[in-house]
């Protein structure tokens, strides 16, 4: 009996201590997976959780989404142009059993897979279409990769190119070719323009030659705005101009008579 008085400290000591490694708490996003004497038997969360001593074990899986860097890698792209390209991936735990069974690391298992995936489609696009359809290579990214974290009870949500890297060459070229577009888009909309107005003038000229009251109005409407500017330009009338060019052909042909 003595003995078991000397020994009731340590029996409340060790039975605190298990009871403290038995009562486990997960918050709303965790789960446990549980294993009894090494086998999985099922998966546990959230809030209090009461295993049993020494024969059970648990493992924490979280369920909220992962923001995973895919680091800048260098890539040739279909029209042998070399690149480096980074990019993010969004991708949460879907069945916790299958995270923690089929695979070691499965933070590492995606990340690895990601950037060899970016790297594979990347390089099935040409550099003019991967910066031109970016949101499709994204999606496609991430349908290959979400195959492979499937059996790992991972899904992928997204995949986002967030960095594309030239060489200074190739942003050289591209310059050029974006200022002479621009040149061309510049030289064919002036072009335009001096097409209409040639249309309107010749609309104009129908108009006066039609109505030849209207030319000497438009005279005298120039002679107006000239004055203005108190300048000592001489006009010369396109009616003086005709008066003029027949006294001439007149004195011409009397000459011709004589």
Known sequence: MDILVQLFPAIVIIVIILLAKSLKVLKEYERGVIFFLGKATGVRGPGLIILIP?????TRIVLRTVTMDIPSQKIITKDNVSIDIAAVAYYHIIDPMKAVVAIEDV??????????TVRNVVGQFSLDQLLSQTVDINA??????DQHTEPWGAQVTAVEIKDIALPENMQRAMAKEAEAEREKRAKIIAADGEFQASIKLGEAADIIASHPVALQLRTLQTMAEISVEKNSTIIFPAQMMGTVSEAFKMI???????
């Open 54 to 58: 020494i024969l059970e074990k648990m």
């Open 107 to 116: 933070y590492k298992a995606v990340n690895q897979i990601s950037q060899t």
């Open 140 to 145: 496609q990214i991430k349908n290959v990769i």
């Open 252 to 258: 011409s042909g009397d000459d011709v008579k004589k």
